[in-house]
């Protein structure tokens, strides 16, 4: 990224800007045979584009802290673009995902003892039996960001810059009191989560277009990391 900070004005209106391309390029017509990953790339770009226009807001009042949280949030979500666009299983995996995580918590809750289920007709406690039925479902745990990285050809992207945005989101970063400082650093944080979502753009499109994911140089440059 370019070592000048533009003005935290000028990069917020940039986020909006790239909040409504976003939106634009998750309604463009494929390029080839329908395929589940296109369904795949429009939810992630709609859901990149929330996240863009949340971190606009963010920036006209200079939360840097939520910020940062918010530039590990998209940085996982372009990973898991770049991964879930290798295969049609990748895709589907990361799109049952929600429902995945819903039973999982489900089941810790019955494990627990603090939910427990029901006969909707007896009202008697099958609690067990549902959760051995749950376990004979379970074929295969649900991959990891780093092993999602790994798989897609990125894992300097999880090693390099995850790991450190992942201090912020833990609480291991102080916010500077200095204003100028505090604002420097809301700079940063704006070009960083510009520069991601245009990767995520990028990929999507890639795929939505082309049938293909970008080479690993061209979303360095996206990324700013060429420069």
Known sequence: MSSQIPNTNELVE???????????????????APDARDEFTRQQLRRASE?????????????????????????????TVLWGIRSVENAESQMG????????????????????MLDRETGEDVTAK????????????RKSIEDQAKEAEVQDLYTVFYRLLSLETHGHNETPAENAKASALCATHLQGIGAISKGIGQ??????IGREWPDNESLRDVLGLNG
């Open 14 to 32: 940039s986020l909006t800007m790239q909040a409504g391309s976003l939106i634009q390029a998750s309604e463009m017509e494929v390029g080839g």
């Open 51 to 79: 996240l863009v226009k949340g971190a606009a807001a963010l920036g006209a009042v200079e939360n840097s802290a939520c910020l940062g949280i918010l530039s590990r949030s998209l940085l996982e979500q372009l990973i």
């Open 97 to 116: 995902a929600g429902s995945a995580e819903l039973s999982k918590a489900l089941r810790m809750n019955l494990k627990a003892g603090t939910a427990k």
């Open 130 to 141: 549902f959760l051995e039925e749950e376990q004979a479902k379970q074929t295969r745990r």
């Open 203 to 208: 990929a999507c499109v890639c795929w939505l």
